[in-house]
């Protein structure tokens, strides 16, 4: 069993847990409210373990705030980033212009997050996480960031 080791709330309205270990991953969670339809928690295998939060924020991008100029791009790269489980195995390339999309300064898009003010809730749970040592990539990107550390686990 994977250990949760990072979990970001995304405006309220999306959870995304980073579970490590073996096979690390991270699931995507909507939090509905009672009055809408549920919908399925999505997977990502991130593609190299250096990679793990740019992964995470880009499936942000693509999954909670739905940025139509990245879904296209990313779709176009490949079949499956939609789908509910996702093996990321695109290019280095391919990584990285996606990553660069995703980046507020990015000269490639003019993100649709940036006028919707994305904001990040960041908890780094135990001193296991992979994700501390990345989270420079924050200062790339348009979001409203809170993190904490919790050293408070089992």
Not at 75 to 86: A, G
Request: charged fraction near 25%; aromatic fraction near 6%; proline fraction near 3%.
């Amino acid at each position: 069993m994977a250990d949760l080791t990072a979990q970001i709330l995304v405006n309220g309205s999306y959870l995304l847990l980073l579970f490590e270990n073996d096979r690390p991953h991270w699931e995507c969670i909507y939090l509905s409210r009672r009055t809408q339809e549920p919908r399925p928690t999505i997977t990502w295998i991130p593609s190299k373990p250096e990679n793990i939060f740019k992964d995470g924020l880009l499936m942000i991008a693509i999954h909670c705030l739905a940025d139509e100029e990245i879904i296209k791009r990313a779709k176009s790269m490949s079949k499956e980033i939609m789908n509910d489980f996702v093996t990321l195995s695109l290019t280095d390339e391919q990584l990285a212009e996606l990553y660069a999309m995703n980046r507020k300064d990015s000269d490639t898009a003019t993100r649709t997050a940036q006028s919707t003010d994305g904001h990040l809730v960041i908890t780094i749970l135990g001193s296991g996480s992979s994700i501390g040592g990345q989270l420079e990539e924050l200062k790339h990107n348009s979001f409203g960031v809170e993190i904490a550390h919790s050293k408070w686990t089992d």
